[in-house]
């Protein structure tokens, strides 16, 4: 029952859109049964992501699933589940325009899951990190120092590395820094 949300998730990294809606949903029908909150959580989440990128699902209907598993989620001990339910906070805060908000909580989910050894959701909450800084309210200055405790990190992935750099020589010009932009 725990590895169905885990299978979900690889088959929407697959493309398999109704494959993985199928898996968490019987994840979800399975662990109501059962009382496995904690796998009802996850699988609800991930499948309330899964349906608001095409638009089958409300931001309202998101946002309601995500404040239903929060709790759970704190209370049940996972910080891998803790964290991509704060990334997806984040990036729903970010797309509403509250960049310094959305930052916070990606910050967190990159936290938790480097702690949980969850290295692609370390990944992805860093990523939506990097875009809080290009495009929320933070300071060039700030910014840069931001990039720079990240870097360690980034070097495990080479898409996070790549957007580091992009997003590190934009703030260097922003900065009027223009040998660091160029290099």
Do not use: C
């Not at 704190?74 to 797309?95: C, H, P, V």
């Not at 910050?107 to 702690?115: D, K, V």
């Not at 910014?143 to 980034?154: D, F, H, Q, S, T």
């Amino acid at each position: 029952l725990s590895a169905l949300p885990r299978l979900g998730r690889a088959l929407r990294d697959a493309g398999r859109m109704d494959d993985a809606d199928a898996a968490f949903t019987e994840a979800i029908e399975r662990g109501q049964v059962v009382g496995a909150r904690l796998v009802v959580a996850d699988a609800s989440l991930a499948r309330a992501e899964l349906r608001f990128q095409p638009a089958l699902i409300s931001r309202d209907d998101i946002v309601g699933e995500l404040e239903r598993a929060l709790p759970v989620l704190r209370k049940s001990g996972d910080d891998a589940a803790l964290a991509r339910a704060l990334g997806l906070g984040g990036r729903l805060r970010f797309w509403r325009g509250h960049a310094l908000d959305a930052g916070e909580d990606l910050w967190q989910a990159a936290l938790l899951a480097r702690g949980a050894g969850a290295r692609s959701e370390e990944a992805e909450s860093l990523q939506g990190v990097l875009g809080t800084i290009l495009h929320g309210p933070m300071s060039a200055s700030d910014g840069l120092n931001r990039i720079e405790e990240m870097r360690p990190r980034a070097a495990r992935n080479g898409r996070l590395e790549t957007s580091l750099l992009y997003i590190e020589g934009s703030l260097a010009a922003m900065h009027a820094d223009v040998d660091r932009a160029r290099s």
